[in-house]
Nanobody
């Protein structure tokens, strides 16, 4: 069974910084994409950033230049370093990963974490 566990959320002031972590565990053959989505109050879930197993990163326009995604493949862990946080960044942040659990001839499936709350407020 595969599980994604997020950590690092909390309350910060505008302009502050925060780093989120997400570790995948369980029966994992390989991980292709890892990333972060977020969902604010009364808003739809949106993509924040993704990173491939080759290190190619993609960011939402709203966070580009402020957030940095990285991963430690040996630890099956993805990070999201957030700086210059703004109130509009307040949301539940969800980790996700596309994971192959059986072997190279089997498909990958998406897995989601439970979410971690990030609140930016003065």
């Amino acid at each position: 069974q595969v599980q994604l566990l997020e950590s690092g959320g909390g309350l910060v002031q505008p302009g502050g910084s925060l780093r989120l972590s997400c570790a995948a565990s369980g029966s994992i053959f390989s991980i292709n994409v890892m990333g972060w989505y977020r969902q604010g109050a009364e808003k739809e879930r949106e993509l924040v950033a993704t990173i491939t197993n080759k290190g190619n990163a993609n960011y939402a326009d709203s966070v580009k230049g402020r957030f940095t995604i990285s991963r430690d493949s040996a630890k099956n862990t993805v990070y999201l370093q957030m700086i210059s946080l703004q109130p509009e960044d307040t949301a539940v942040y969800y980790c996700y990963a596309t994971i192959r659990t059986t072997g190279p001839s089997y498909p990958s499936y998406e897995y989601w974490g439970q979410g971690t709350q990030v609140t930016v407020s003065s």
